[in-house]
C-alpha cells in the first residue's frame, strides 16, 4: 500500500482529507504569506482614557440578561460555509490558544486610542469549523440594534464582514479581555472583534454569532456592514 493509500485508509487521514479541512488549511497557507502586522506599542503608550464609541450598552434583552451573570450563560455560535458548526462559552474561548497585542484603535471620526487587547485568533475559530471550499467572508452578527428606521426595518442590528486575508491575519482577534480585564460593556462585552490594519467601525462589538459566507451582496444594504450600508467604505484600511 502506498504511502497516501495508508493515510487516506485511517480514520485520522480520512478526517484530515475532509474537502472543508483541506480548504482550511488551503486558505492559511495562501494568506499567512505577505501578512503585514499593523505596528505593536508597549504598556506605556496605554491610552489613560479609551473613547467608547457608537452603542455603548445594547439594550437587547437577551445581551442584559446575558450581562447580569457576567456572560456565563454566553454561547458564541459558528456556523454557515463551515463543515463543523460549534458553539463556545467563554470559558471554551479563553481556554484556547490566546494572542495579546497593543494597538492603536483610529476611528474614521479622527480620534485614536492606544489599548491592550487579549483574545482567541479568529484563525482557531476557523480552522475548528474547518471552511467550506465556497468560503469567502466572515460575517460578524451584533446584539445592538441600530436604526430600527433604517434600510431593513426587520433587522437594524450592528454587522460587519471581513475578507478571508483579514479573517486569517494573526492580529485578527476576538477579544475577551482590555486592558487585562474582561472587556468592558461599553467597548464590547462580552467579545469584540479587532481587526487592527482598519478603521474603527470594522471592529464589531458585542458579537453574538460568526456566520461563514460566499458574498454578502443580498444581505440587509449590500455593503458588507451597517456603516458600510450608509455609505462608509468596505476596506477601511491604509
Ligand atoms: N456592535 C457595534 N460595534 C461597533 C460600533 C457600534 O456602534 N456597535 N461602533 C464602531 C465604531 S465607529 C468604533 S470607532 C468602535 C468603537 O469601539 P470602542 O467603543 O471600544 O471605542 O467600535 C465599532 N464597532
Ligand atoms: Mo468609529
Request: glycine share 8%.
Amino acid at each position: 500500500m502506498s504511502g497516501c493509500a495508508k493515510v487516506a485508509d485511517s480514520s485520522a487521514g480520512k478526517r484530515a482529507l475532509q474537502a472543508g479541512e483541506d480548504a482550511t488549511l488551503y486558505v492559511q497557507r495562501l494568506l499567512l504569506t505577505n501578512q503585514s502586522l499593523a505596528r505593536e506599542f508597549s504598556k506605556q503608550d496605554i491610552s489613560s482614557w479609551f473613547k467608547p464609541n457608537g452603542t455603548e450598552s445594547p439594550s437587547d434583552e437577551e445581551y442584559q440578561k446575558f450581562a447580569k451573570t457576567g456572560f456565563a450563560e454566553f454561547r458564541l455560535k459558528i456556523g454557515g460555509l463551515v463543515e463543523h458548526p460549534f458553539d463556545a462559552s467563554l470559558a471554551d474561548l479563553r481556554a484556547m490558544p490566546a494572542r495579546t497585542q497593543i494597538t492603536r484603535h483610529d476611528c474614521v471620526e479622527g480620534w485614536s486610542c492606544i489599548g491592550q487587547w487579549t483574545g482567541v485568533p479568529l484563525s482557531e475559530l476557523l480552522q475548528r469549523a474547518g471552511l467550506k471550499p465556497q468560503a469567502r467572508y466572515v460575517l460578524f452578527h451584533c446584539f445592538d440594534q441600530m436604526d430600527p428606521n433604517g434600510l431593513d426595518a426587520s433587522n437594524s442590528n450592528y454587522y460587519e464582514t471581513i475578507d478571508l486575508t483579514d479573517a486569517f491575519h494573526p492580529q485578527t482577534l476576538l477579544a475577551y479581555d482590555m486592558n487585562g480585564a474582561a472587556v468592558p460593556v461599553a467597548h464590547g462585552a462580552p467579545l469584540r472583534l479587532r481587526v487592527e490594519r482598519q478603521l474603527g467601525y470594522k471592529m464589531a462589538k458585542y458579537v453574538k454569532a460568526i456566520e461563514v459566507v460566499d458574498n454578502f451582496e443580498n444581505l440587509r444594504g449590500g455593503r458588507g456592514g451597517y456603516w458600510e450600508d450608509l455609505g462608509y467604505d468596505w476596506y477601511a484600511g491604509s
